[in-house]
């Protein structure tokens, strides 16, 4: 993790960038944040699925779920 006087030299790097630039940058980040999160998401997704197959978990409906959680 950037130390905060890193961050600062970055965000006044930042401040020296015509705005157009700005722009694009924050599109750039935008777009390494999003494919940062599928990523996430995908190994989540694959760590659940992992886990209900090994747990031998059984499918309920939403209905009978309720049941249980009130009953």
Partial sequence: MPSLNQFSELLDAIDKLPPEDVETLMEIVE????????LALARDIREARQEFQDSGCQTQSAKDLMKEILS
């Fill in 31 to 38: 777009h390494r944040r999003i494919a940062q999160r599928r």
